[in-house]
């Protein structure tokens, strides 16, 4: 998609051209101050005077190409959404001649365009290292006033004149006048010391704002780095509890399968009017397939079967460890709620995840978990809120991060139940408001039973 530039910078642009435009119409007052100083200098032969007027007649310079170079800045953004492109640094220098162009075609001042195009090439050239960030057009408009400052100061350095430099009336009786008093000494030594001096303070900033740039970028990029060891950290370690967790549970079925077959031989044994020890052996028996169902959905994470919402809560419910706990449970389960199609072992586990993080907080303050489970649009909804502290906004974006933990933990829990609703082609959202509440909400599609058979 095509990026589109707002039309306000285009008017801030014009805006601060026009104004730049109009600097020598709102500065007759200045412009007459300097012409009076160079008549007192001249009548009192005072060159420290003459240096005072030449003070003034570099600062109405660079208010002047400063606010329009400025302008121009803005117009060339609007027109050129890239500012890293040789295409935009053409058309700012085109724009800025143009405008000097237009001031000399408004005023008859006769601005020299060689300074101007210098000004405008260190310009491009020292922005080109500066960060295309926030504070772009801050360090800009520095750099720009360091630069123009420097430049303008060449205009009155006499032996350039013959390179186009100082050609307007102001420049020119300047120098006129430093020629009569000493001989060119005066702005010979002291424009140029006022050139190199902004000159080289402009290459100083330029040079330390990239380096401070380049520093926050490799500041970030380990920050990167970090966050990306420390996903890896926490994979690593999840992985390696998962493949022991799965070999231990894998081991189980051997015991089991025993455990089975020995049942069925007793059973065999025992006499037929011996109800109360069949009914023993029965619940044995049931117990072991439910232990075997268990472990094939840890092992196999695509196993999917139906199970209430009522079943599949009462087994989470009854994995918690509420005892003694100044926490109130309430669960509403809304009436006509389809089956939940899931794998019984991981959503239990998933859901006991957000319930666990709730009690943490509501462990030493006591509190109250609401569980709604309720019908919106052909989806299930399961809805968790506790009355606990809250998260911080600052944290709440980063809650499914790896490895990120608000209580010193291994920071998995929260990814991991985002993994599982996932797998499950489900979502999950979480808000908060610090020191109120925190609300969990889980959605699943529903499955007609022929789908989920099928």
């Known amino acids: 998609m095509k990026q589109q530039t707002h039309p306000f910078w285009g008017t801030l642009g014009i805006v601060l051209v026009f104004y730049g435009m109009l600097i020598p119409a709102l500065t007759m007052d200045w412009s007459m101050f300097i012409y009076e100083e160079i008549d007192r200098s001249l009548i009192e032969e005072d060159s420290g005077k003459l240096l005072v007027t030449a003070f003034a007649y570099i600062s109405r310079n660079v208010l002047m190409f400063s606010m329009i170079f400025f302008g121009t800045l803005f117009l060339t953004r609007y027109f050129v959404k890239n500012s890293t492109t040789v295409r935009f640094q053409v058309v700012y220098a085109i724009l800025s001649l143009m405008a000097v162009w237009a001031l000399n075609f408004l005023y008859a001042e006769y601005y020299a365009y060689l300074p101007q195009l210098l000004t405008i090439g260190f310009i491009l050239l020292f922005s080109t290292y500066l960060p295309r960030q926030r504070y772009f057009a801050l360090t800009f408009l520095v750099l720009l006033i360091l630069t123009t400052t ?48 902004f000159f080289i303070i402009a290459l100083i900033f330029t040079t330390l704002i990239h380096l401070f740039n380049k520093q926050i970028a490799t500041l970030k990029l380990y920050q990167a780095q970090g966050k990306e060891l420390q996903k890896t950290r926490n994979d690593l370690i999840e992985s390696k509890v998962y493949q ?211």
């Not at 009336?169 to 006129?176: C, H, I, N, R």
Request: hydrophobic content about 40%; proline content about 4%.
């Open 150 to 197: 420097s430049l303008q100061w060449l205009n009155l350095i006499p032996s350039l004149s013959h390179y186009g430099f100082g050609t307007n009336d102001l420049a020119v009786s300047l120098k006129a006048v430093d020629e009569f008093l000493t001989d060119h000494n005066l702005f010979s030594t002291i424009a140029l010391v006022f050139f190199l001096i």
């Open 244 to 454: 022991e967790m799965h070999t231990l549970v894998h081991d189980l079925k051997t015991p089991l399968v025993a455990i089975e077959g020995l049942l069925s031989l007793m059973e065999m044994k025992v006499k037929a009017d011996d109800y109360k020890s069949k009914s023993y052996f029965s619940r044995i028996n049931q117990s072991v397939v439910k232990m075997k169902e268990m472990i094939s959905d840890i092992l196999y994470e695509d196993i999917r079967k139906e199970i209430p919402a009522e079943e599949l809560l009462d087994y989470v419910m009854s994995h918690l460890n509420t005892d003694d706990l100044p926490i109130d449970f309430e669960v509403r389960i809304e009436e006509a709620i389809p089956p939940l199609y899931v794998n019984k072992i991981r959503f239990s586990r998933a859901i006991s995840n957000v319930l666990e993080n709730s009690m943490i907080y509501l462990h030493d303050r006591g509190g109250k978990i609401k569980v709604d489970v309720t019908n919106q649009a052909n989806r299930t909804c399961i809805r968790i809120e506790d009355n606990g502290p809250g998260i911080d906004q600052a944290n709440l974006v980063h809650i499914w991060q790896e490895g990120f933990s608000t209580k010193n933990s291994s920071g998995i829990g929260l990814p991991f139940v985002k993994r599982v609703i996932e797998s499950h082609s489900g979502s999950i959202e979480v808000s908060s408001e610090p020191g109120s509440y925190t609300i969990t909400t889980i959605t699943l599609p529903q499955h007609s039973r022929k789908e989920a058979i099928g």
